[in-house]
């Protein structure tokens, strides 16, 4: 009688200290510590422009998590093949999410980066004109295509990824980003493909 009342003493901890862990945290309540956790820079990258630094999500793992999980969860029934992260800050959160899904991943890297033969596609950003290249052979015809970047802001970056992707046959089945700036209206740049996005931001 000891020995099992003991037992049941140490299985009613276990059973409360696993329910406290795992306990039930709401949508709206991770998407909220993950906007605290964005922090603002102003005048950068030049004058006149409020840069948000999605990096200091990466300080706490808890937000960071969150962040995974959120787009985990939005594409775990969608089938996806291939998850194609933009440099840079792309990178961190696409490569995560292709392992939480069981896809493959694919680096969109910035002219010279990658060793092999690569196939390209320029574009025109809120700052400048660039390009993103990704390795020859990385997605193949008809797979199916998550792309993910931090940060949507005007659709440039995102529209040259779609062409890029659709140049070598893959499909798109949607664009991803931590941030949206809804006043540059990067949406209309991207018609034609679905956007999911985790949290909103002001800014100029």
Known sequence: ???????????????????????????????????????????????????????????????????????AEHYKDQKIDVVAGFEARG?????????????????????????????????VTEYSTDKIEMHVGAIQEGQRVLLVDDLIATGGTLNAGINLVHKVGGVVVEAACVIELPFLQGRDKIKGTDLFVLVEKEGA
């Open 91 to 123: 990178l961190i959160f696409g490569a995560p999410l292709a392992l939480a899904l069981k896809a493959a991943f694919v680096p969109l890297r910035k002219p010279g980066k990658l060793p092999g033969a690569t196939v390209s596609e320029e574009y």
């Open 1 to 71: 009688p000891l020995l099992i009342a003991a037992l049941t003493g140490i299985c009613v901890i276990l059973a409360s200290r696993l329910l406290y862990q795992n306990k039930m945290v709401s949508t709206e309540e991770k998407k909220k510590l993950i906007l605290d956790s964005i922090r603002g820079i102003p005048d950068f990258p030049k004058k006149g422009i409020l840069f948000w630094d999605v990096t200091t999500i990466m300080l706490n793992h808890t937000a960071f998590q969150y962040t995974i999980d959120l787009f």
